[in-house]
C-alpha cells in the first residue's frame, strides 16, 4: 500500500473515496465532476493515531456496501483518502539521501522513531523525495500510519468489492489544487483538527496536523504565528499567501482577520470541480491530480 499517491502510467483507480468523521464523499474518477457524500452516524469514525478509528464497523460496512455497484466477478480498484490525524506527516530534509531503498526506509524511521506516538513496528512508513535544486537539502515527505488503522479502514471497501491500492491522507492528496507559485501556507481545519502545509513553489517543506480545543480564531492563529516566524527563518522570505479550506461559512469572517494578524494574503482553497469543504477536499485533490 502507498500513503503518497504517486501516478506511474498506469490507469486510475475507476473510484475514489474520502472519509472523515461526518461521511463518505464519492466518486468516479472517470466523472469528476458528479462527486457525492453519504453521511455517517455521529460516532461511527472517531480518527486518531492511537486508538482503532473505526468505531462502528457494521456501520460503515453497511454504508460502504451500499456504494458499491452490481458485483461483476473482479474487484474495482479504489482511492482511499483518510483523514489527516490517523496519521503522522512530516517533511524531513537530509544533506545527502542514499540510493538503497533499504538505508533509505531504515534512515527515515530512525530520524521519525522519536516524533510518532505509536511503534512504528506496527505502522506503515511511506516516503518520497521531492526534487532538489543544485547544493540544496533533499526534502524527503514522510507519512506514517498505525497499520491497524489503515486496516480497519480498508476492510468494508475490500468486502464491498473494492481493492484499495491507492491510500493516501486528505491534506497530501489536497495539494493538487494548489498553483505551485512563490512561497504558499495552506491552512485546513477539519473537525477538531488544524491541518497546515507550506510549499515553496512544488516542493512541500512543512506539514503538521494540530488537535484543537475550541477551534476558535484565536486558537488556529496560535498555530499559524509560528508557521509564519518558521518561513521566515528558515525559507528566508515571507509567505506569498495563505489558503483556507475547510472554514466553510467562516470563511469570509476569518479571512480579514487572519489576513490582518499574519500580514499575508488570504484566499480559499479553489478547485474546477467544486467548493472544497473539510469533507471532500482530499478526493478533489485525488481528481486534480488525475485531470
Same mark, same amino acid.
Given at each position: 500500500?502507498?500513503?503518497?499517491?504517486?501516478?506511474?502510467?498506469?490507469?486510475?483507480?475507476?473510484?475514489?473515496?474520502?472519509? /472523515?468523521?461526518?461521511?463518505?464523499?464519492?466518486?468516479?474518477?472517470?466523472?469528476?465532476?458528479?462527486?457525492?457524500?453519504?453521511?455517517?452516524?455521529?460516532?461511527?469514525?472517531?480518527?486518531?493515531?492511537?486508538?482503532?478509528?473505526?468505531?462502528?464497523?457494521?456501520?460503515?460496512?453497511?454504508? %460502504?456496501?451500499?456504494?458499491?455497484?452490481?458485483?461483476?466477478? @473482479?474487484?474495482?480498484?479504489?482511492?482511499?483518502?483518510?483523514?489527516?490525524?490517523?496519521?503522522?506527516?512530516?517533511?524531513?530534509?537530509?544533506?545527502?539521501?542514499?540510493?538503497?531503498?533499504?538505508?533509505?526506509?531504515?534512515?527515515?524511521?530512525?530520524?521519525?522513531?522519536?516524533?510518532?506516538?505509536?511503534?512504528?513496528? /506496527?505502522?506503515?512508513?511511506?516516503?518520497?523525495?521531492?526534487?532538489?535544486?543544485?547544493?540544496?537539502?533533499?526534502?524527503?515527505?514522510?507519512?506514517?500510519?498505525?497499520?491497524?488503522?489503515?486496516?480497519?479502514?480498508?476492510?468494508?471497501?475490500?468486502?464491498?468489492?473494492?481493492?484499495?491500492?491507492?491510500?493516501?491522507?486528505?491534506?497530501?492528496?489536497?495539494?493538487?489544487?494548489?498553483?505551485?507559485?512563490?512561497?504558499?501556507?495552506?491552512?485546513?481545519?477539519?473537525?477538531?483538527?488544524?491541518?497546515?502545509?507550506?510549499?515553496?513553489?512544488?516542493?512541500?517543506?512543512?506539514?503538521?496536523?494540530?488537535?484543537?480545543?475550541?477551534?476558535?480564531?484565536?486558537?488556529?492563529?496560535?498555530?499559524? @504565528?509560528?508557521?509564519?516566524?518558521?518561513?521566515?527563518?528558515?525559507?528566508?522570505?515571507?509567505?506569498?499567501?495563505?489558503?483556507?479550506?475547510?472554514?466553510?461559512?467562516?470563511?469570509?469572517?476569518?479571512?480579514?482577520?487572519?489576513?490582518?494578524?499574519?500580514? %499575508?494574503?488570504?484566499?480559499?482553497?479553489?478547485?474546477?470541480?467544486?467548493?472544497?469543504?473539510?469533507?471532500?477536499?482530499?478526493?478533489?485533490?485525488?481528481?486534480?491530480?488525475?485531470?
Amino acid at each position: 500500500m502507498s500513503l503518497l499517491t504517486t501516478l506511474l502510467g498506469d490507469p486510475p483507480p475507476a473510484w475514489a473515496f474520502e472519509i /472523515s468523521e461526518s461521511g463518505i464523499a464519492f466518486g468516479r474518477t472517470e466523472a469528476p465532476e458528479q462527486l457525492s457524500f453519504r453521511p455517517l452516524p455521529e460516532g461511527a469514525i472517531s480518527v486518531s493515531p492511537l486508538r482503532d478509528n473505526v468505531q462502528q464497523p457494521e456501520v460503515l460496512a453497511r454504508e %460502504v456496501a451500499a456504494l458499491a455497484p452490481p458485483p461483476n466477478g @473482479h474487484r474495482l480498484r479504489a482511492a482511499l483518502i483518510l483523514p489527516d490525524y490517523c496519521a503522522r506527516t512530516a517533511v524531513l530534509d537530509f544533506d545527502s539521501f542514499p540510493s538503497d531503498k533499504d538505508e533509505q526506509r531504515a534512515l527515515v524511521r530512525f530520524r521519525m522513531k522519536k516524533t510518532v506516538p505509536f511503534e512504528l513496528e /506496527s505502522a506503515v512508513v511511506s516516503y518520497f523525495q521531492q526534487p532538489a535544486g543544485s547544493g540544496a537539502k533533499i526534502d524527503v515527505v514522510v507519512a506514517l500510519i498505525p497499520v491497524e488503522i489503515v486496516a480497519r479502514y480498508e476492510a468494508p471497501f475490500r468486502s464491498a468489492g473494492f481493492q484499495p491500492g491507492e491510500v493516501v491522507t486528505s491534506s497530501l492528496a489536497a495539494l493538487h489544487m494548489v498553483e505551485p507559485n512563490g512561497i504558499t501556507m495552506i491552512a485546513k481545519l477539519g473537525g477538531a483538527t488544524l491541518s497546515v502545509m507550506v510549499l515553496r513553489g512544488p516542493v512541500l517543506k512543512l506539514a503538521r496536523c494540530v488537535e484543537l480545543t475550541d477551534a476558535t480564531s484565536e486558537e488556529i492563529l496560535s498555530v499559524l @504565528h509560528p508557521t509564519v516566524a518558521y518561513v521566515e527563518d528558515e525559507l528566508r522570505a515571507r509567505p506569498e499567501r495563505l489558503l483556507l479550506c475547510g472554514f466553510g461559512r467562516t470563511t469570509d469572517e476569518e479571512a480579514p482577520f487572519l489576513q490582518a494578524e499574519l500580514g %499575508v494574503p488570504v484566499e480559499a482553497l479553489r478547485s474546477r470541480f467544486g467548493t472544497p469543504v473539510w469533507t471532500n477536499a482530499g478526493l478533489l485533490g485525488y481528481m486534480e491530480s488525475l485531470a
